[in-house]
């Protein structure tokens, strides 16, 4: 069964800090990668998203995600984080002509001033 | 463009009851999917409605069930609440038949509380 591990559940950083938060899948087939955002009190919103191709992916809000195959992973990046990056962030997996999403738990980032 | 939305926003049952969660897609689109989010935890998908009928299902009890109407909206029905069932219940919607991955986009959701 596939699945999607989130390796860190919460994560605090002050502004100008660089993030990468770890996300990692198992499923041996051709898939597709999400990365989610939940800011406070509004809904989830895509932030990036790899279907082929180039293994970097750029996304919004200066948001970038490296996908390596042989690892099975899709770490998130941002070289300088800023408060209103406080948030739920969720790492999500499809298998290729499904629409069913896998999520990950979840990693809690907050910024400070 | 019309977002995703979902009512009621909050709702709180007690166990044994049943609930009705309701869903009006996004313009244009034609395809629902439900997921259910635990405190702490991420999405995990219930089911999907494409032309009212249900196209895929997650690993949930026969007592969660849908319906897709004409207009592409939609109901989830939760029979014999428990007290696991309390979560954020989410609504997402896309246009099925764009390639190998229809985009889906969130509602904000509904937060059923049983007691």
């Known amino acids: 069964a596939q699945s999607v591990s989130q390796h860190n559940h919460h994560v605090i950083l002050s502004e100008a800090a660089s993030l990468e938060l770890g996300c990692n899948y198992s499923?041996?087939?051709?898939?597709?990668l999400f990365w989610y955002v939940q800011y406070p009190g509004q809904h989830l919103q895509l932030l990036l998203k790899?279907?082929?191709?180039?293994?970097l992916v750029k996304g919004i809000k200066g948001f970038e995600a490296e996908f390596i195959k042989s690892k099975f992973s899709f770490n998130l990046r941002k070289p300088s984080v800023q408060w209103s990056d406080t948030a739920e962030y969720f790492c999500?997996?499809?298998?290729?002509?499904?629409?069913?999403?896998?999520f990950g738990t979840g990693t809690r980032l907050q910024v400070f001033p | 463009e019309t977002g995703v939305t979902q009512s009621p926003t909050h709702l709180i049952k007690t166990r044994g009851q049943q609930v009705t969660l309701r869903c009006s897609s996004q313009?244009?689109?034609?395809?629902v999917s439900w997921y259910q989010q635990a405190l702490g935890q991420g999405p995990q998908f219930i089911f999907q409605?494409?032309?009212?009928?249900?196209?895929g299902r997650g690993n949930f009890p026969p007592r969660f069930s849908g319906l897709q109407f004409p207009n592409y909206s939609s109901e989830l029905n939760v029979n014999a609440l428990e007290l696991d069932d309390s979560a954020l219940y989410l609504c997402?919607?896309?246009?099925?038949?764009?390639?190998?991955?229809?985009?889906?986009?969130f509602g904000p959701g509904t937060r059923l509380t049983v007691l």
């Open positions: 997402a919607s896309s246009l099925y038949g764009q390639g190998t991955y229809n985009e889906q986009f």
């Open positions: 499923y041996g087939g051709t898939v597709n």
């Open positions: 790899y279907f082929s191709g180039d293994p």
């Open positions: 999500a997996v499809n298998a290729q002509y499904t629409d069913k999403l896998i």
């Open positions: 313009s244009g689109h034609n395809t």
């Open positions: 409605y494409y032309r009212e009928e249900e196209n």
